[in-house]
């Protein structure tokens, strides 16, 4: 039996260098963030509610979680709190926009421009999928000729209808003769659709050719499509279109056209908050008297 009497030699503590902490902690920050990025982009993400054009579906305030996996989630769009666009990819999506549901996208601009000049989201119901026709006669939505179900919160604010015989010149396409309340009909671009081409309906046209990347224009009564004669045009991407819930108060498809599909970012699932977003945030106290209690935890649909 041995019977070592050696005095032991004492454990020397570990010295840490400010360095070494530093890069210790860099590396964990990033760990955190690129978790946070690759979930912001691909699988759930915040929104906030603008305007009260889905009421009483969601109201203006309220913080939503929108599902960014099922359609297929991106990587970011653009530099954060800029209006500068990135190069970008969508994952494989779960699956495909359906009528009925409640959408988050890039807003594509206004009727008349080519591209929006801010970087904006926005939230509204799909009612048309690629190739649908769509048409409002006195209210009364139609998709394919069958009657579109209302959503539960549907809301009209005017107790009357806007007659076909006065047309509104800011609705979509430029020159159609509709307003909110009769529109159409009119088809959802879908790729591969043939559109005819002439001096008539080249003003209701050009924009959407000029955002699929195309010059387009109109010399003595003859269309240029890319600088040579055209007599149609064949639609590169599937598109959607979209209307509020709030129907007399909803800037949406009926003013300025189509969505494309590709800038679909999700759908929203939750409220998670919800106060009145109108108060200034210095008014905090006026704010957090106005937490809308019984709206948390609602879900979208």
Request: charged share 20%.
């Amino acid at each position: 039996m041995s019977n070592d009497k050696r005095p032991k030699k004492e454990e020397q503590p570990i010295v840490v260098t400010f360095k070494e902490k530093a890069l210790a902690f860099l590396k964990e920050f990033g760990i955190v963030i690129g978790l946070f990025l690759l979930i912001n982009n691909f699988v759930v993400a915040s929104f906030l509610v603008p305007t009260g054009s889905m009421e009483n579906e969601v109201l203006t305030g309220e913080l939503l979680f929108v599902n960014k996996f099922i359609y297929g989630g991106t990587s970011p769009r653009n530099i954060p709190f800029t209006n500068v666009r990135l190069p970008w990819f969508r994952i494989p999506s779960f699956r495909d926009v359906k009528r009925g549901d409640v959408i988050v996208f890039v807003f594509p601009g206004m009727r008349d421009e080519v591209e929006s000049p801010d970087f904006t989201f926005y939230l509204k119901r799909c009612v048309g999928v690629s190739g649908d026709t769509i048409q409002i006669r006195n209210r009364v939505l139609s998709v394919n000729g069958q009657m579109l179900p209302l959503p539960r919160n549907v809301r009209y604010d005017r107790g009357w209808t806007i007659p076909a015989t006065e047309p509104d010149d800011r609705i979509f396409p430029a020159g159609s003769g509709w307003n909110e309340d009769n529109f159409g009909p009119l088809v959802v671009p879908k790729q591969g659709m043939v559109i005819p081409l002439n001096a008539q309906n080249y003003s209701a046209w050009q924009i959407f050719i000029k955002r699929e990347g195309h010059s387009v224009e109109s010399i003595a009564g003859t269309v240029l499509v890319d600088g040579k004669p055209a007599t149609s045009y064949t639609v590169q991407r599937d598109y959607l279109f979209g209307m509020g819930d709030h129907r007399d108060n909803s800037l949406d498809g009926r003013y300025w056209g189509f969505i494309p599909r590709e800038n679909i970012v999700g759908t929203p699932m939750i409220v998670y908050w919800s106060w009145n977003s109108d108060l200034p945030l210095y008014d905090i106290f006026g704010r957090l008297a106005s937490v809308r209690w019984g709206r948390i935890g609602s879900l979208i649909k």
